[in-house]
């Protein structure tokens, strides 16, 4: 079975440019979470979905940042401009409703 | 909001030992509580999630427990071994408005050395 995929693995990028971050969830399950970890604040989480509706956004730190879930096994998380204290990993996790959680590898950004 | 308290903030065991890590919380209306571990530069691994229902869960060597009244949850690993080497982050499930979110500790960062 593949667990949840994330790309890229690794992205470095100017400040001020935009990133995107992509997420395929398990199949079948209906919840997708994204969530950012930091040395300074740990794992935080920015938004979730669930049957590709966003449910809870709080998280989500300002206006440049913002996710979408065409369907149901595709996320992605957009940050615009990039700022280089966005500079974190970034995780996306998925689950069948609200059950146990199965996170991705992470992608790790690096903002100059 | 909720507080996830991780103590000890990092441990480190000859092998063999048996290990108890422990994970607090401030609200204890929490719906699940979920443990994991994390290597270096790698993602989260679910280990055990303990149903709102439900006092304990056993994987293999690991034991985790859960007393919603006192707010606490304690992980219990026998025999450890050199690959049990990692971060333990437990995580709370929020209920009713927050009902989806997971709020992490800050870790146990585990050494077991032969």
């Known amino acids: 079975d593949a667990g949840v995929i994330q790309s890229p693995r690794h992205e470095v990028t100017e400040m001020g440019q935009e990133v995107t971050l992509r997420c395929k969830p398990i199949s079948g399950h209906n919840s997708l979470f994204w969530y950012r970890q930091t040395m300074m604040r740990g794992l935080e989480l920015l938004i979730y979905f669930n049957n590709n509706v966003p449910i809870d956004d709080s998280g989500m730190p300002e206006d440049r940042f913002s996710a979408k879930m065409p369907n149901a096994s595709f996320s992605t998380l957009k940050i615009q401009p990039s700022e280089p204290r966005d500079s974190a990993v970034y995780f996306c996790a998925s689950s069948v409703s609200i059950g146990e959680q199965y996170f991705g590898p992470g992608t790790r950004l690096t903002v100059t | 909001k909720q507080e996830v308290t991780q103590i000890p903030a990092a441990l480190s065991v000859p092998e063999g030992e048996n290990l108890v890590l422990n994970c607090s919380f401030t609200?204890?209306?929490?719906?699940?509580l979920q443990w994991f571990r994390q290597d270096p530069g790698k993602g989260l691994t679910s280990l055990l999630l303990?149903?709102?229902?439900?006092r304990e869960q056993t994987s293999g060597r690991l034991n985790a427990s859960l007393d919603k009244s006192s707010g606490r949850s304690t992980l219990y690993i026998a025999a450890s071994q050199p690959g049990d080497s990692a971060t333990y982050l437990c995580?709370?499930?929020?209920?009713?408005?927050?009902?989806?979110?997971?709020?992490f500790g800050r870790g146990t960062q585990l050494t077991v050395w032969p």
């Open positions: 995580a709370t499930f929020g209920r009713g408005s927050t009902l989806g979110r997971l709020y």
């Open positions: 303990i149903q709102s229902s439900q």
């Open positions: 609200d204890s209306a929490i719906y699940n």
